[in-house]
């Protein structure tokens, strides 16, 4: 598909396919089984410019734009998932977060950094048994003189535990309840900031989930982003460029799911002809292509409005609607066309289907997709 790629977005497509066959694809099913941060392959996405791939030049990024990054979250998506998903909570979530709310200040002290791998980003929201602000485990932010001091519980911190920085969200005001909300950069080294826990999950096992405590963490003033109770507009911006790439990413997954499907209905003889041949099976292979066609044109179009800075949450929360949809149906037809063999680990599409089943519920928008849209249509 074409979708009007520039020659840069696809020589960047190109590399992309490249580099994960050569890198990415040896070590997928490794990263899978180990369910460590692969950190030799994040040193590599580092040499192609991934990691800034979409931010500016003057921090260190490589200025290729949001759309070409969604190229590359695709490729890396179609062989490994938990590769992708690192990328997403580093680029989307944390830079991402600081490119669009942090000072001049903010952006040269930390957005290099982030670009050169010197330091993995990740993005601490979500909190243990309630809603963030909520529950007893709650992250506060107290003000002392010229800095803040955190305490609390953040969990499911993907990237936690490997990150160099996170951006936390901590109440300032708990009074105002959602509405106090801040946002913080908060270097992993912190005296008092620990990981308590990595996470064993079902899919996207190589990007660890992390639970972190906040014992008396003292962050500078500084490096409050935004206004104080600015948090959940920073958070909802974020989450919805994130949507953007977890579409990339169930693109990618469930692209190479079927191009396996197509492959072993090929080869697979029952009745004496091969599956492929029986409508039931071309049905199935039928829907998936189509869903994959549309979910790819919502991602680039949503990129691009992103990339000539136009509002694209709406865009995002379709994204977040039809991938949840297509993502998880695609890969259960997959299974069921390859049978016993899919549904064993010899075969590629039981990893790829906890993969897509954890790309669909990595960052839930602050408000339900069907929310949002409905939101934008009743206004
Ligand atoms: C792979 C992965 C990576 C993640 N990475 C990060 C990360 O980097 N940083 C981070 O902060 N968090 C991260 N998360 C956490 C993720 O953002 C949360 O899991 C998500 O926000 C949902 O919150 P929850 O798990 O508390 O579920 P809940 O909000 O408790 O939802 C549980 C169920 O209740 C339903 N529900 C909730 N509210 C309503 C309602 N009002 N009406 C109807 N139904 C409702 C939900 O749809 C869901 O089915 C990650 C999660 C995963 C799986």
Request: include cysteine; aromatic fraction near 8%; glycine fraction near 10%.
């Amino acid at each position: 598909m074409s979708y009007a790629l520039t020659e840069e977005q696809q020589l960047i497509q190109q590399n992309a396919r490249e580099f994960t066959a050569e890198y990415v694809a040896p070590a997928a099913g490794e990263i899978d089984h180990t369910g460590v941060h692969p950190a030799a392959i994040v040193a590599k996405m580092v040499e192609q410019d991934f990691l800034g791939i979409f931010l500016p030049g003057e921090f260190g990024g490589a200025e290729a734009g949001y759309l070409s990054y969604a190229l590359i979250i695709e490729e890396i998506s179609r062989v490994s998932g938990a590769v992708a998903s690192i990328l997403i909570s580093h680029a989307s979530l944390a830079a991402y977060s600081i490119y669009r709310y942090g000072s001049a200040a903010q952006k040269q002290a930390f957005l290099p950094a982030l670009c050169q791998g010197e330091k993995v980003g990740a993005f601490a929201f979500t909190e243990p048994g309630a809603a963030p602000g909520a529950g007893m485990h709650k992250v506060t932010a107290q003000k002392e003189g010229g800095s803040y001091v955190l305490n609390g519980r953040k969990c499911y911190v993907a990237n936690g535990g490997a990150a160099g920085l996170y951006i936390v969200f901590a109440q300032t005001n708990p009074e105002a309840g959602a509405q106090g909300i801040s946002a913080f950069i908060v270097d992993s080294g912190a005296s008092g900031l620990s990981t308590v826990r990595t996470i064993g999950k079902m899919g996207l096992r190589g990007c660890q989930s992390a639970e972190l405590e906040f014992n008396n963490v003292i962050v500078p003033a500084a490096n409050l982003l935004g206004a104080e109770g600015a948090g959940l507009a920073i958070a909802a911006e974020a989450q919805a460029a994130a949507s953007i790439a977890e579409g990339a990413m169930v693109v990618g997954i469930a692209q190479a799911a079927m191009e396996d499907a197509v492959k072993y209905g090929k080869q697979r003889i029952q009745f004496r002809r091969p599956i492929a041949s029986f409508p039931a099976i071309q049905t199935m292979l039928a829907e998936m292509a189509a869903n994959i066609h549309m979910l790819r044109l919502a991602v680039y179009d949503a990129a691009s409005l992103l990339d000539n800075g136009e509002p694209f949450a709406n865009e995002a929360a379709i994204i977040k609607l039809f991938a949840g949809r297509i993502g998880q149906s695609a890969l259960i037809d997959v299974i069921q066309i390859e049978g016993g063999y899919g549904y064993s680990q010899e075969m590629v599409a039981s990893r790829l289907y906890r993969d897509v089943k954890g790309a669909c519920l990595k960052n839930s928008s602050l408000d339900f997709p069907e929310k949002v849209i409905a939101g934008n249509l009743l206004a």
